[in-house]
């Protein structure tokens, strides 16, 4: 083959990007999918110059990428882990932004009887009882925490569930995605059900409990662990995300009438080890 | 079917309004397959050639194991580029990691193989019609390669466009080293799961066969510019 350096040189190895203005978030699938970071993204370039690379990953990975140094920050959802990673050292402090609220989505004929019921402990037992499929996010995510922690409260274990229990190791949409083609019962963020569109025939059957109470949390990683870190852009960006202007962008945000996160980041109860419970959305 | 339908009008519309995003996905996704494939190339054929004609003690073995690391799984080879290029591994000062280079470093592991597999079967047999005549006119090794990759240009085409095929529609290494950031290394095959994952069928067929168009269009971009420059020749 004759050299063709037409070829070899438009298509040259990439150049690094600029770094100039340029930082990266790890966040998590739920609050990707919600459609939240697509309003905040674009107010952040204009207020403050930053433009924020989003690494969309569980909690679990978004953690480990916190850790290892390889973005400025994280915005994830699971309290315990999030209080391991700063004792650790790997972040600076958890900074509280706003809660969003998980639902119970599950087949509209509802076979579990999930509708009638007044706890989501009890919505689990309930469906445990009946052995009606379910899907768990299985991935070590902030929501799979979360589901993990309902089946505990339950006094339930998981790993002996039989084969109606199906852990796909998975982000939120592909699970949802599984959840509908198996018409199972599944623990989803309200922001991701909303966004998704793939519903099939199922349908929210239980909210409401305060127990399925979901608070994001911002941590700049730490500088001193890592110093490669843009720990400057990293605090402003945090100036900014519990700005009044974010606050504003973040209650508004609406899907199909339905405010999705309330913004908590003034409420000093909100970061405690055991939040007071706020209303539900809605 | 109606999924289908949806998603081929899909394609339709971002090929028709040329959505800015999907030529930017699209670009990006050509940049970094033909970057992958021109550095791939540049080791895989000239290795190749060199096992079809050098003999030495561990040939067999060395060509039993090329033939295995075709098979090189992908999301493997991802997973070993992420943590070498990780701030905490030992690549890690580069600050490489989730950018377009590493996926173009990713993608020549996974198709230097492949590529110089078939380089090596190819030149192997046209090494049996010339092996006498190169011989006997007492060349270098070097003029025996030079040859050899001349006149087996044509298979080696292919060959080239056999690693483009593999690199073109991979999705699960850069998935983990390019991370799917928007407007920085979303690719066509990472924008398809992100889309799928979100319930969008139609969007993500829609790509699917903005990307299976592509691959052809490439192809046959490649053929005719052969054919024209060296017409008859072949």
Not at chain 1, 90 to 95: S, V
Not at chain 1, 166 to 178: E, K, Y
């Amino acid at each position: 083959m004759t050299p063709r350096p037409l070829l070899a040189g438009t298509f040259l190895l990439a150049a690094l990007p600029v770094q100039a203005q340029e930082m990266r978030m790890a966040v998590t699938t739920s609050f990707e999918n919600s459609g939240l970071a697509d309003v905040l993204l674009p107010a952040i370039a204009e207020d403050t110059g930053i433009e924020v690379q989003l690494l969309v990953v569980g909690t679990g990975q978004a953690i480990r990428l916190g850790e290892a140094g390889d973005v400025d920050a994280i915005l994830v959802h699971a309290q315990a882990a999030e209080e391991e990673f700063v004792s650790a050292g790997f972040g600076t402090a958890r900074q509280p932004i706003m809660y969003n609220d998980f639902v119970i989505v599950g087949p509209s004929e509802d076979p579990a009887g999930l509708a009638d019921l007044s706890s989501a402990v009890a919505a689990v037992t309930a469906v445990e009882m009946t052995e009606a499929p379910f899907v768990s996010r299985g991935d070590d995510s902030g929501t799979h925490k979360a589901e993990l922690a309902l089946w505990s409260e339950a006094l339930l274990d998981p790993e002996t569930f039989g084969p109606w229990y199906n852990a796909v190791g998975a982000g939120m949409g592909s699970a949802l995605n599984t959840a509908a083609g198996l018409n199972a019962y599944i623990l989803a963020d309200r922001a991701s059900w909303l966004n998704f569109g793939n519903k099939g025939d199922l349908a929210v059957l239980f909210e409401g409990d305060p127990a399925l109470y979901n608070q994001y949390t911002y941590i700049p990683v730490n500088p001193e662990r890592h110093p490669n870190v843009q720990a400057d852009l990293a605090m402003e960006l945090q100036d900014w995300l519990t700005s009044p202007a974010a606050q504003e962008l973040i209650d508004n945000y609406t899907i199909a009438g339905e405010a999705l996160f309330v913004f908590n980041a003034d409420d000093p109860e909100a970061a405690s080890p055991t939040p007071p419970a706020p209303a539900p959305i809605e | 079917m109606n999924d289908i339908t949806l998603g081929l009008l899909e394609a339709a519309r971002l090929v028709m309004t040329l959505d800015p995003e999907l030529v930017a996905i699209s670009l990006l996704s050509l940049r970094v397959t033909l970057s992958a494939l021109v550095f791939a190339s540049l080791i895989a054929i000239p290795l190749g050639t060199l096992l079809a004609i050098q003999r030495f003690r561990f040939r067999r073995t060395a060509i039993a194991l090329l033939n295995a690391l075709m098979g090189l799984p992908p999301v493997v080879v991802g997973l070993v580029v992420y943590v070498l290029l990780s701030r905490s591994g030992p690549l890690g000062v580069l600050g490489l990691l989730f950018t377009p280079t590493a996926m173009i470093a990713a993608q020549v592991i996974i198709i230097t193989p492949l590529i110089a597999s078939v380089t090596h079967q190819a030149m192997r047999d046209l090494w049996s019609d010339y092996h006498d005549l190169l011989i006997s006119l007492n060349t270098s090794k070097a003029q025996r390669i030079a040859t050899l990759m001349w006149d087996g240009r044509r298979t080696l085409l292919t060959a080239a466009l056999a690693g483009f095929g593999r690199a073109i529609g991979e999705v699960g290494a850069i998935m983990i080293v390019g991370g799917n950031i928007d407007n920085a290394t979303r690719v066509l095959t990472t924008a398809i799961a992100l889309e799928t994952g979100k319930g969008n069928f139609a969007l993500a067929l829609g790509l699917g066969f903005v990307l299976i168009g592509l691959a052809i269009a490439v192809n046959f971009a490649i053929h005719a510019l052969s054919r024209t420059e060296r017409e008859g020749r072949w």
